[in-house]
């Protein structure tokens, strides 16, 4: 039988009849091998045909299982941007799943070490993860996307591993894998929350760094990608020989059987080869240049934007495909609702500057297969803060409304200007170019940072535990310890504590917007005040299911089903100026009814605010906050419908009765009221 003809595309490896098409890209190679493993016994198969820089040929012999790496011949000469060194063996950069652990020890690198014989072989072939041929069909059934409008959406971040690993009723084998978040008490919980959106912490494979074995810790959030089409096989309940695929493809089934979108954290700004210091796995021996930006006048060194040492170069096609071709992967073939992400920023850089035009949002704006799904930016990186920037089909991450709403709920001065922008869907950042608010996920808390718990418990952080003296993690928190630092038994600064929660919690939920709650903020999850827990595999950063604040989780839920039942809580366009045919209106006034006058805006001592929010046809709601260290009486506005009746408060005393025109809100607290329609 005559040998198959071999394609330049799909890049990767593609099962055909009696083996695969390989195919791989790189500028600079001099030649390109395939390597498939028995075990330790490597058989290498140069690819003989190229097509403009693309290198492929027919593999006799592949198969599901196949064991596999790439070695690339070509020239060493760091200072050019070469890196190739045929003796390095390298993952696919299109590898579907990857197998073995790597741990990088930056210690045995350095300046010196130019030449590839006098490199260290910490990451040769013994050292080395293998990619894994997989078995790409599965039985999707009658599996649908949710696609839930984003006026809709309520999103929920978290981790596989720390949202299942001690969690009741998952089998033991199960805790911490994707098996047990499809598990059906895992899926109990985040239907009974009221979420609709599950944004997983990357899933991405990715590898370790030696400074945090050493110290007994190890990278627990994930952003440190090597793989961008592998599931992580530590997540995997059946193990890292393949069947990771499969078991992701059921996790997501599953949550979309229960209406639940799958929205993944990506990290496409860079990857875990590092900088000049920094291990070869992948994009350094295949073509350096084309995969990371270099300094130009420096090529030795990496232009970095992430602090992480590295930035991948979106200046250049074969990144740029590299990203594409993941995205539409996840989307086609994982059945992936959306994606978030990090450092967006990075990945618009043209030159040094950002831009709405770069390359990378003109593809993902053009491209069939992701205009159905969420797209979210984290819109910064090291250096620049986009909050606002992103084109109008994008959602970003909105830090204004965090920092805001945090200093406003701390009793700080002057907040209720920018308070009341967050609470209307930040026109202030959106409306100016004609943004819908649904581009605004506003957020209290996020996995970097401090849990709602300890932003309510702790004015500092308390980062001990990760080895750095308590260097590492942001310093100024917006935090407030309610009088204490951390626990205590005194019942007014629990209470205290409560309140803030509840307040922090109803803000965030009643606002105008797309609502991101951290994963266990609803349980009361603490960390002990660290604030950067991205090295606490353990205790401090998974869910503690035995300590649930069972009256903080019946509160979010009830919020939940407030904002998903009542039009009024979840417009899709700024109240107060509606647009055609929209029906939303809202009125903002002082606590004593009047309108704000210019100067109160700017009162320091002004820590009062009252939403009036209705939807034609719906029941009405008045939204009354109270940051101020005294209770304070509201001269309530007429109810437009049936009178005013108590919907939610983090006062557990409040008392509404009858045609209510005054009301005491106490001190650092809201109270909803809500005028049913006749």
């Known amino acids: 039988m005559a040998t198959p003809r071999s394609l330049p595309y799909p890049l990767g490896v593609t099962l055909v009849e009696g083996g695969a098409n390989v195919a791989v890209y ?47 011949d070509g020239p060493w000469n760091p200072a050019e941007g070469f890196r190739h060194n045929v003796d390095k063996l390298l993952l696919d950069p299109h590898a579907l799943a990857i197998s073995g652990g790597y741990t990088f020890d930056q210690r045995l690198f350095g300046h010196d070490m130019d030449e590839p014989s006098q490199r260290d072989d910490s990451d040769s072939a013994s050292a080395m993860p293998r990619c894994v041929v997989v078995d790409r069909t599965f039985d999707w059934g009658d599996d649908a996307a949710p696609r839930v409008p984003l006026d809709e959406t309520i999103v929920y971040e978290t981790h596989v591993k720390g949202f299942t690993k001690r969690l009741p009723g998952v089998p033991e084998h199960l805790q911490g894998t994707y098996a047990g978040l499809a598990h059906p008490r895992a899926i109990e919980h985040l239907v009974d929350l009221g979420v609709t959106s599950v944004e997983l912490l990357p899933v991405h494979q990715f590898v370790q760094d030696s400074t945090l074995v050493d110290k007994g810790l190890s990278n627990y959030w994930g952003y440190n990608t090597i793989g961008f089409f592998a599931p992580n096989g530590a997540y995997s309940s059946v193990g890292d020989e393949g069947g990771q695929v499969a078991e992701f493809k059921t996790l997501v089934k599953a949550l979309h059987a229960a209406g639940l979108e799958v929205i993944l954290d990506v990290v496409y700004n860079h ?14 021996g295949l073509d350096n240049s084309a995969y990371y930006r270099l300094v130009d006048d420096q090529k030795d060194a990496y232009f970095d934007t992430t602090g992480t040492g590295n930035s991948l170069n979106t200046l250049h ?4 495909g590299l990203i594409m071709d993941s995205l539409r992967y ?9 994606f978030r992400f990090d450092l967006a920023t990075t990945l618009t850089r043209q030159g040094a500057e950002v831009g709405l035009r770069s390359a990378f949002l ?34 970003e991450w909105n830090g204004k409304f965090r920092d805001d709403v945090r200093a406003f709920w701390s009793g700080a001065d002057s907040l209720l200007g920018t308070t009341s922008q967050r609470i209307l869907g930040s026109p202030d950042v959106y409306q100016v170019s004609r943004r819908s608010p649904l581009s605004s996920v506003n957020f209290i808390t996020a996995h970097d940072g401090f849990t709602l718990a300890d932003l309510t418990a702790y004015d500092e952080k308390h980062n001990e535990a990760n080895g750095e003296d308590n260097r590492d993690g942001e310093s ?28 922090l919690l109803a803000t965030l939920l009643l606002s105008t917007g797309v609502p991101m709650l951290l994963g266990g903020d609803e349980l009361g999850r603490t960390q002990g005040g660290n604030n950067n827990a991205y090295c606490q595999d353990n205790e401090i950063s998974w869910y503690d299911w035995e300590s649930v604040d069972i009256d903080l989780l019946e509160f979010t839920q009830l919020l939940t089903r407030l904002r998903r039942a009542e039009p009024a809580l979840r417009p899709p366009w700024y109240r107060y100026a509606p647009a055609d045919g929209v029906t939303d209106a809202v009125l903002v006034r002082r606590s004593d009814d009047q309108d704000f006058a210019e100067a ?37 506005p007429e109810a437009p419908n049936s009178e005013w009746e108590l919907a939610i408060s983090s006062d557990p005393e409040q008392q509404v009765a009858g045609a209510v025109t005054t009301l005491i809100v106490r001190d650092a607290s809201f109270t909803l009221l809500r005028s049913r329609v006749r």
């Open 476 to 503: 100024d928190n917006t935090s407030f310890n309610c009088g204490t630092e951390g626990p205590t038994d005194d019942p007014e600064v629990n209470a205290l504590r409560l309140r803030q929660r509840k307040n």
């Open 330 to 338: 996840w989307v086609q073939e994982m059945h992936v609702d959306g």
């Open 26 to 72: 790189s500028e600079s190679a001099a030649e390109v091998f395939f390597c498939a493993f028995d075990g330790e016994k490597e058989t290498r198969t140069s690819l003989l045909e190229r097509t403009g820089f693309t290198w492929h040929g027919f593999v006799p012999g592949v198969a599901v299982g196949t064991r596999y790496g790439l070695r690339v």
């Open 362 to 395: 003109d593809l993902t704006l053009q491209d069939p297969v992701l205009q159905p799904v969420k797209l979210i930016a984290e819109p910064w990186d090291t250096a620049g803060y986009q909050v606002g920037g992103f084109p109008a089909e994008w959602s």
């Open 271 to 284: 990857t875990a080869e590092g900088n000049h210091m920094g291990p070869t796995l992948s994009f350094k």
């Open 600 to 636: 109160d805006w700017d009162n320091p001592d002004a820590r009062t605010i009252t939403f009036v929010l209705e939807h034609e046809g719906s029941n009405a709601f008045a939204l009354l906050l109270n940051s101020a260290e005294n209770g304070v009486e509201f001269q309530v």
């Open 317 to 320: 096609p074969a990144a740029l």
